[in-house]
């Protein structure tokens, strides 16, 4: 696989601990998003998505909270492991059609052992 | 990877080379898209499909084109490479409103 040093926002957390990451997103239109992960060497995976019709959604240790006043998106990661060091960023559908989105720029989690 | 390949994984070229980057689903997915990732960027979309010969641009389609003449295969052609084109690409299948992608393939145009 395939990753870019990408010089991001590094979020230091350690192992154990719970984990929040943020997006701003940028249109007003968007009523999807989604938060992908991407590990060192791979593609960009899809973790969790949430509508605009809800303020939070959770998965299996993570959880997505969204505010439409303020246009930002996080999400949580509970008693983070090593195996949740990656890159993690945003996505919306910006109202584009043909299902297209625009990706934030990702932050960096580093897990400290 | 959902299904998802892309060939080749790594290539070096010179400016002024064309080449061609393939993406090949084993889903049956009716939309794909290329991207590419650079420092200080997201993902950038360069072109979609939306069918079998439907294409459109994105927002950095300049020097890129693309090819879409079976539902499984989507080729990304640089018709005559620049350094500016360095970068990793991603192909991605749409299945409702989410995205998922191969595993990447790094090029580098010396």
């Known amino acids: 696989g395939e990753s870019v040093g990408l010089h991001l926002p590094t979020l230091s957390v350690q192992e154990g601990d719970n984990s929040i990451i943020n997006c701003a997103y940028s249109?007003?239109?968007?009523?999807?998003f989604i938060w992908y992960k991407q590990e060192s060497g791979k593609g960009p995976q899809f973790i969790i998505d949430?509508?605009?019709?809800?303020d939070k959604r959770q998965g299996q240790r993570v959880t997505v909270l969204l505010n439409k006043t303020v246009k930002h998106l996080s999400l949580q990661i509970a008693a983070t492991q090593p195996g949740d060091s990656a890159v993690y960023f945003c996505?919306?559908?910006?109202?584009?059609?043909?299902?297209?989105?625009?990706f934030g720029k990702g932050n960096q989690v580093v897990v400290i052992p | 990877d959902a299904g998802i390949t892309q060939s080749p994984r790594h290539k070096v070229t010179e400016t002024g080379t064309p080449v061609t980057l393939r993406c090949h689903q084993t889903?049956?997915?009716?939309?794909m898209y290329w991207y590419r990732q650079d420092p200080g960027h997201g993902l950038r979309l360069i072109h979609y499909?939306?069918?079998?010969?439907?294409?459109d641009k994105g927002e950095v389609s300049d020097g890129y084109s693309v090819s879409r003449s079976k539902t499984e295969d989507f080729l990304l052609t640089l018709e005559s490479a620049t350094s500016s084109q360095t970068s990793v690409y991603f192909c991605?299948?749409?299945?409702?409103?989410?995205?998922?992608f191969g595993p990447g393939t790094r090029l580098t145009v010396l």
């Open positions: 949430i509508r605009s019709n809800m």
């Open positions: 996505a919306e559908n910006g109202g584009y059609g043909n299902n297209r989105l625009a």
């Open positions: 499909s939306y069918g079998v010969k439907d294409t």
């Open positions: 249109n007003s239109a968007s009523d999807y």
């Open positions: 991605a299948i749409g299945l409702g409103n989410e995205q998922f």
């Open positions: 889903e049956n997915h009716r939309y």
